[in-house]
């Protein structure tokens, strides 16, 4: 079986300074599988993030070498065949919700976004498939929650309601770029284990984006650890938590309190 996702030799430069911000990096995802990208603020990982998804904007950056997604050159391709792969090929969930949720939206037509875009789904189709998302991320009395607008919902609440528009359609990755920093620990646990059960409910592969190793300890098998733009370590997660092999590594690990530790 293929990888899901290559990434080779990937360099991003901006442009407006000339700064290159990722200085070349290289991994590849399977299919359904899980795997963290953690580092410093700074590290690049919203910029590697941004620049796979396609999200970032071309026209402001030179990105070199290789994403390739299932059959496809990301990098190559065009602007339509992007938007077709963006949803059901690849999903998002960043970190404050309210600024990806349009305020003046009711939820539910949100969480419906990629149904109309992607599928000939009819108008009462969707709305079931909408209400199924947000009744399966543990969202109480979905059908409410899909009338009502983003700001009246709690912080936690939006995100799931993120992840309800993402997974709607089913994608075959799903990025979360630090998808639980802003919530408190207790939402952050669940937020987690959701993540966890629909990603092995439906095959989703999630690239993870934290600053915190043990976020991604919790979800993903495997861990990539970047510093100042360079990917220094990548492996088994817990072979990288029992036995860190780079000195940066090492100090991201030393930074955990110890009763966090386990
Ligand atoms: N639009 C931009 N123009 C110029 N440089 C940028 C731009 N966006 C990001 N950078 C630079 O790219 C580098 C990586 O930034 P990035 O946002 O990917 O970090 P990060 O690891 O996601 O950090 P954080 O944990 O704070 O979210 C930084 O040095 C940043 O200054
Ligand atoms: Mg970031």
């Not at 990917?231 to 991201?252: C, H, S, W």
Request: net charge positive; proline share 4%.
């Amino acid at each position: 079986m293929g990888d899901m996702l290559t990434v080779k030799d990937l360099r991003v430069t901006f442009l407006d300074n000339n700064k290159e911000a990722i200085h070349g990096i290289s991994f590849s995802m399977q299919e359904g599988e899980r795997l963290g990208l953690v580092g410093e603020s700074g590290s690049g990982k919203t910029v590697t993030a941004m620049a796979i998804s396609g999200l970032i904007e071309r026209s402001r950056v030179t990105i070199n070498g290789d994403v390739i997604f299932g059959d496809t050159d990301l990098r190559r391709c065009s602007r339509s065949q992007l938007r077709a792969i963006q949803g059901p090929g690849i999903g998002v969930v960043f970190q404050e919700p309210m600024n990806s949720l349009n305020p003046l939206i009711k939820v539910g037509y949100q969480v419906e976004e990629t149904l109309r875009i992607h599928t000939k789904k009819t108008p009462e189709e969707r709305r079931k498939m909408a209400i199924d998302a947000l009744d399966r991320v543990g969202l109480p009395n979905p059908d409410e929650i899909y009338s009502k607008y983003p700001h009246q919902l709690s912080g936690g609440q939006r995100q799931r309601a993120m992840i309800a528009a993402a997974m709607v359609i089913h994608p075959k990755l799903l990025i979360c770029d630090e998808p639980t920093t802003a919530l408190d620990v207790s939402v952050q646990a669940k937020i987690l284990k959701l993540l966890k059960e629909l990603s092995d409910e439906y095959k989703v592969g999630i690239l993870l984006i934290s600053h915190d190793l043990l976020v991604v300890k919790q979800l993903c098998e495997r861990v990539a650890v970047m510093y100042k733009g360079n990917i220094v370590e990548q492996g088994d997660t817990m072979e990288i938590f029992n036995a860190p092999k780079d000195e940066y590594t090492r100090q991201l690990m030393a930074a955990i309190p110890k009763r966090r530790r386990k």
